[in-house]
């Protein structure tokens, strides 16, 4: 009676894998890197994907070369980077970056700071230690704070060094505060009004206690982001291993796709249909 009725469960499991279109066996994927990119529209997105799928995105962090390089070696199955891969770098050969929208490399400083604006050589003398006090920018008679990320090849580092020095090797002042990634950067600087650091509006603007100052006297808004008239710009990316399975096509087709690109939007981030290359 006993092996009658688990061959009728077997059969009956059986019956509906074949004949029930609602039951599939479905992978879930990892996703690790930038948490710029994480937090600008990731979670927004898997969320849809799910929904859409069944498949579930498990979100990790560990920064833009982590995401570059942890796909390579097949330790996540999809990653984020908002920098460029790093040129003959034997960790990075074996990734292929695939732009889905747009970021901003902003200055940030604490909502109760007076300044608003500062030019593009201020900014320079700011992070290599020519600029110390906020009175010689028209502020308060204090040290200025800078906080920096800890490595020179993570995303707003390189970035940073590449866009407004086009050397990305260059030091920043020595006595700058040191922070891991850029939401203790975003952080530190919302919790002390003498602070100023550089990070990514995708990231940063869902924080209520920082300020975007204007470069040159534009401001970082979405409009003049997608213009062109506010030049700090740079990708965002989903990294893929050298053989992508066809779930993490799948994934990739859809951050691509009108819906996609909708979702991104939709978080304040630029998307590839709103401003092209």
């Known amino acids: ?13 059986l019956f509906i894998l074949l004949f029930d279109p609602s039951v599939a066996f479905t992978k879930d994927l990892i996703w690790g890197g930038c948490g710029i990119t994480k937090k600008a529209f990731m979670a927004e997105l898997a969320r849809a994907y799910e929904k859409k799928t069944g498949i579930k995105i498990h979100l990790k962090g560990g920064g833009a070369t982590y995401g570059i390089r942890a796909v390579g070696i097949g330790r996540i199955d999809i990653g984020g980077s908002c920098r460029h891969k790093l040129k003959d770098d034997i960790l ?22 007076r300044i608003s604006n500062i030019t593009t050589k ?17 502020g308060k008679d204090v040290p200025i704070k800078v906080v920096i990320r800890k490595s020179k090849i993570n995303g707003v580092s390189f970035m940073l060094r590449e866009m407004l020095f086009g050397d990305t090797n260059i030091d920043f002042r020595a006595d700058a505060i040191v922070k ?10 919302e919790k002390n009004e003498d602070a100023i650091a550089v990070s990514g509006i995708s990231s940063a603007r869902k924080r209520k206690g920082l300020k975007f100052l204007s470069l040159d006297g534009v401001a970082p808004t979405k409009k003049n982001i997608i213009s062109g008239k506010y030049h ?8 893929v291993g050298p053989k992508p399975s066809k779930e993490v096509k799948d994934f990739i087709r859809f951050a691509l796709s009108n819906e996609g690109q909708r979702i991104i939007s939709k978080q304040g981030t630029v998307s590839l249909k709103e401003k092209k290359k």
């Not at 009676?1 to 499991?13: E, S, T």
């Not at 891991?180 to 600087?189: C, M």
């Not at 700090?232 to 990294?239: E, G, N, Q």
């Open 92 to 113: 990075e050969k074996n990734t292929k970056l695939i732009q889905v929208a747009w970021d901003a490399l902003v200055v940030i400083v604490n909502k109760k700071n």
């Open 1 to 13: 009676m006993v092996k009658k009725k688990r061959k009728f469960l077997v059969f009956a499991f």
């Open 232 to 239: 700090y710009v740079r990708p965002l990316y989903l990294t």
């Open 180 to 189: 891991k990634s850029s939401g203790p950067v975003e952080k530190y600087v």
């Open 122 to 138: 201020q900014l320079k003398d700011i992070l290599l230690g020519r600029i110390t006090n906020w009175k010689e920018l028209g």
